[in-house]
């Protein structure tokens, strides 16, 4: 804001605001067309984006059209869908296949118990129950060990030392004949000891020491990366320290054996009582800190407990009943082994859940009619051949009768009385040839047959172009092209109202927004109308549409587009957009698909053995980065690019005129400023003259 005082009129009696401001409109008219030329820039370079987003558009269809699986669809028929089905991927042959049998269908090993797993037939088994609660209402008993059974949740850091390697503490002594199970990434290490061992791709080394465990695996992991571990401990520990809102301590497992808990804090012992709803009473000498209530595993401290025993550590050792088993599986990746710890806590849907969510590729099913349990493996097909190994079985159940095996002797999977079904590989002939697969679904040269029903009369599958699919891709292109055609033809053709420039703020405030409106859509009109670098682009285009394609792997026949049905309009005004002889297109992908195929996309080192896609791409290519170097992008700042350039020197020159204007309108201030003053001056000399003469 200016600094001189302007005394506007007082003396005189002038406007001179007025005055001043006229004077000032015709000093403003060069800031005017300045003002109105950045305008024109600005609309220049949102239309020109606006059409650029049109070629990228494009480009993306180009790409897209580039790829085989555009004119190599196929479709697949089958002379009896009842027996085969079939699917072919792009690539595969045109043709025939004939299979002339299904002499037998693969199946999955499926496993079943062989007698109930409750005492009483109206009382079964609770699969929502802990183990403990109900273990006297399985016929066969629960063979109970003591100790616990960990599982948690590893976060590796990242170490820098060795980034193979995770470490983290134990809860508890380990118990080394419990093989420790590991997953990472929803894949399970096996877990070895010997730090000799060369480690594979699915194994960890584990050591211990001190109360720690490390995990070694033959790559890097990631910091932040998870790892999910189980273990057993001969008896489980909890730590902690008392702070003054300790209200509670939640141990990792519940079904506590109550004469196995220890508990000290700081350096007082705690001792047990029994109370009442089967929780127990926790004591230090006579004073009652709180409640055990061993089912859950948690502990409740009264409310005074944090306040009197703040900055104590508390420790804590306990165990639990649990079982285990062992179960292993023949599949396509070989033989894997599962070793499954339980605790009383635990439910038989926790039994189930983690069968079936381990790396065996087993499904745990139990049929309450039946009160038996079944185990089906996902994968179907035969993988233990020889009936030596395992009796030539796919689910491996213990069979040593010395020792307690809690699917064996408590889910009646017994080695000796149930029996396995299944396992088999798909039996048939194709083609004249006997072979088998593993699964009733296999692939062969790119087409994917289905088994459904065994049989011995001959189905034929026929693959074909799919010609639909080919045409409509074909279609999808043409008219992506004609859209940009369209596009960029009318902005070519728009008229120019060279009358109509940008509006002024003050002109704007003569207006109505729909007057304002309609002033703009003229002001911007025609802004790339006859734009050289359109119309090259246009004619480029058409002339790579309309040339042959000299290549030698195309018939002559269909070596430009016309020759498929695809031509340009009769309409010279559309630009040159394409229309496309339905009929004719189709009979060319089905008489000749190779050729179709290769006159859009065929590769050469000169533009004529180019394809009409690969040609459209490289002038497409170019026109959009010629016009991001005229107009940019909407992440590039306004020195990337010419427009913006320009654009900035109008601001410069825009503000290195107002403060011209400025300083103009201060110095006819100034101006008026003097003569009001001397007016003043003049009129103050009057009055004394005046009273002066009249006084005499």
């Known amino acids: 804001m200016s600094s001189i005082q302007r005394i506007t009129g007082l003396a005189s009696g002038m406007d001179i605001d007025s005055i001043v401001e006229k004077m000032m409109t015709a000093a403003k008219q060069p800031l005017v067309k300045l003002q109105q030329q950045k305008q024109i820039l600005e609309w220049q370079e949102e239309d020109y984006r606006t059409l650029n987003q049109k070629y990228f558009d494009f480009r993306s269809t180009l790409s897209n059209m580039k790829l085989t699986s555009k004119y190599r669809a196929r479709t697949t028929t089958s002379s009896n869908e009842s027996y085969v089905t079939a699917t072919a991927a792009n690539n595969a042959s045109l043709g025939s296949t004939t299979i002339q049998s299904v002499k037998q269908l693969a199946t999955a090993a499926t496993r079943v118990a062989a007698a109930p797993i409750s005492t009483d037939s109206s009382n079964k088994v609770d699969l929502n129950q802990s183990l403990w609660k109900q273990s006297g209402n399985f016929s066969g008993s629960i063979e109970w060990s003591q100790g616990g059974v960990i599982s948690d949740t590893i976060t590796a850091k990242g170490d820098s030392t060795d980034p193979t390697s995770v470490t983290f503490d134990l809860k508890g002594t380990l118990n080394s004949n419990m093989p420790m199970n590991v997953k990472m990434n929803g894949k399970t290490y ?20 001190g109360g720690q465990a490390t995990l070694k695996f033959n790559s890097n992991i990631s910091a932040g990366t998870s790892i999910s571990v189980e273990y057993v401990v001969d008896k489980a520990t909890k730590s902690a320290t008392v702070s003054s809102d300790t209200k509670s301590i939640q141990l990792d497992f519940g079904d506590i054996i109550t004469d196995s808990f220890t508990m000290t804090v700081g350096n007082n012992n705690v001792s047990l009582s029994q109370g009442t709803d089967g929780n127990m009473n926790l004591f ?28 104590s550590a508390i420790q804590i050792s306990y165990q639990q009943n649990y079982t285990s088993f062992n179960l292993k599986t023949y599949t396509s990746s070989g033989l894997v082994n599962g070793n499954f710890y339980i605790g009383a806590d635990k439910t038989l849907n926790d039994v189930i859940s983690k069968v079936n969510n381990s790396n065996l590729g087993l499904t745990m099913y139990y049929d309450e009619y039946k009160d038996m349990f079944t185990l089906t493996r996902k994968e179907t097909g035969n993988f233990n051949s020889s009936s030596s190994v395992d009796n030539g079985n796919e689910i491996i159940i213990s069979s040593d009768t010395d020792t307690y095996d809690f699917l064996r002797d408590t889910l009646k999977f017994s080695g000796s009385t149930d029996t396995e079904h299944g396992g088999t590989n798909a039996v048939f002939n194709i083609n004249g040839l006997d072979t088998e697969r593993t699964s009733n679904t296999f692939t062969i040269s790119g087409v ?24 409509n891709n074909i279609k999808n292109f043409v008219d992506q ?5 369209d596009a960029v033809q009318s902005k070519l053709n728009e008229d120019r109202y060279s009358d109509y420039a940008p509006l002024t703020d003050d002109q704007r405030k003569e207006m109505t927004d729909t007057q304002q ?25 058409r002339s790579l549409i309309y040339s042959k394609v000299n290549n030698a792997n195309i018939s002559s026949e269909y070596n430009q587009l016309s020759s498929i049905g695809i031509t340009t309009t009769s309409d010279w005004l559309k ?8 009929d004719k297109l ?3 992908i089905q008489n000749d698909p190779d050729s179709v195929e290769l006159l859009f996309r065929a590769t050469g080192s000169t533009t004529s053995e180019k394809g009409i896609v690969q040609r459209l791409y490289d002038s497409v290519n170019n026109t959009y980065n010629t016009i991001v170097d005229k107009a940019g992008k909407s992440t590039y700042v306004n020195t990337q690019f010419t427009i913006g350039k320009n654009i900035n020197d109008l601001t ?30 003049y009129n103050s000399q009057y009055t004394y003259l005046s009273s002066f003469f009249s006084n005499s």
């Open 284 to 311: 230090i000498g006579s004073t009652q800190i709180g409640t055990l209530n061993p089912e859950t595993g948690k502990i409740d401290f009264n409310s005074d407990f944090g306040s009197i025993y703040s900055g």
């Open 575 to 582: 630009g040159g957009k394409l229309e496309i002889n339905e």
């Open 517 to 541: 409106d309609q002033w703009d859509k003229k002001a911007r009109s025609g802004l790339l109308r006859n734009d050289m670098t359109m119309k090259s682009s246009l004619s480029n285009m």
């Open 448 to 471: 994917t047959y289905t088994l459904k029903s065994e049989f011995d009369s001959p189905v034929t599958i026929s693959v074909s172009n799919d010609v639909d699919t080919i045409y």
């Open 190 to 209: 096996e877990v070895v000891t010997d730090p000799s061992v060369t480690l594979s791709d699915n194994q960890v080394l584990l050591t211990t020491a």
């Open 481 to 485: 092209y004609n859209s940009l055609i």
């Open 652 to 681: 410069d020159k825009i503000r290195d005129m107002n403060d011209k204007l400025g300083k103009l309108e201060d110095r006819y201030y100034a101006q008026f400023t003097a003569m009001e003053q001397a007016i003043q001056k």
């Open 586 to 588: 189709k009979a060319a």
